[in-house]
């Protein structure tokens, strides 16, 4: 049983965080080559099929060759939970470790992060008719009174979950509609562990104002690499609005405004680029309380070294 297994005997699982624009693609590719590895994409945007230049997706030639796993699996349409991304993580984890492999978890994703290692409550399934009931209340009083009431429901989840996030506020509702209990308080009950051992490693930045400076440099190169023309072509699929997350994701919710006429392009670019920030501040301060992960310098040479010391 899992239980009596001495952590060494089981099976090893890398992973690798950090924020945004800290190298983590290009460190996780040079590792996956020095210990035949494969990598498993941690990135609620990198799942989304047409959204390559503004998530910054690896291209053949970045990926060097190496397997690459959880990218382009989803059309922007569609949700993709925090539950989906745990059970396609391990049917990923299970077919390289057969093959003999190396699994190397990466991103900036926390959400999926925590599910996978630390486990996810038994959250009840979504129900029509009680999101139809709430997203009546949204309609009627507003997004904002309906975080006030969660807010007043689960204090945490208030606080965690931003207010202009319909799909987490409707779900959060939504639980506690179905349950009678709160999303803090169900995802307080943990299963059991994952009969892994997961090596931990997160990409930090020394210092705050280098990090800014590369998020600049590769919007900037996002832009010049055909962003607005990505959008563009997203913006002609009936299916997709500013309500979905992957249009909510992290630049692609300026340039889709910007395209519509409300900002100026310096305005979007300002925008993006402060959003950006944004997030990475949000990674950081998560990863700050993140436990059982060995801190590594972004851009330092010596991580593949001090990544090396704890593989078996």
Not at 133 to 157: C, N, T, V, W, Y
Request: hydrophobic residues 35%; glycine residues 6%.
């Amino acid at each position: 049983m899992l239980q009596t297994q001495h952590k060494s005997e089981l099976p090893q699982i890398i992973t690798i965080m950090g924020p945004t624009a800290s190298g983590k693609t290009g460190l996780a590719i040079e590792l996956a080559k020095k210990i035949d590895g494969e990598i498993i994409s941690v990135d609620s945007a990198l799942i989304y099929r047409g959204m390559d230049i503004g998530t910054a997706k690896p291209g053949v030639e970045e990926q060097a060759g190496i397997k690459h796993w959880l990218i382009d699996i989803v059309d922007p349409h569609n949700a993709y939970s925090v539950a989906e991304f745990c059970r396609d993580s391990r049917i990923c984890i299970e077919d390289i470790l057969q093959r003999g492999k190396v699994p190397i978890l990466v991103g900036g994703t926390m959400m999926y992060f925590n599910g996978l290692i630390k486990g996810l409550s038994s959250l009840p399934n979504s129900d029509e008719k009680t999101r139809s009931q709430i997203q009546l209340f949204i309609e009627q009083h507003g997004l904002q009174a309906a975080h006030e009431k969660l807010s007043e429901i689960d204090p945490q989840s208030g606080k965690r979950i931003h207010e202009n996030d319909p799909q987490r506020i409707i779900r959060a509702l939504e639980v506690y509609a179905l349950t009678s209990k709160t999303m803090t308080a169900l995802q307080d009950i943990k299963p059991e562990p994952l009969p892994y051992e997961f090596t931990q490693f997160s990409l930090m930045p020394t210092d705050r104002a280098l990090l800014h400076e590369r998020i600049v440099l590769r919007f900037d190169l996002m832009l010049q690499n055909n962003f607005e023309q990505e959008v563009i072509k997203l913006r002609t699929n009936k299916h997709l609005n500013l309500n979905l997350p992957a249009i909510r994701s992290v630049g692609y919710r300026q340039m889709w405004q910007y395209l519509g006429g409300e900002y100026t392009f310096d305005e979007m670019r300002e925008k993006s680029i402060i959003a950006t920030r944004q997030l990475a501040k949000r990674q950081i301060t998560w990863l700050r309380g993140w436990d059982g992960a060995t801190s590594l310098e972004t851009g330092s040479t010596e991580n593949i070294e001090n990544i090396l010391q704890y593989i078996r």
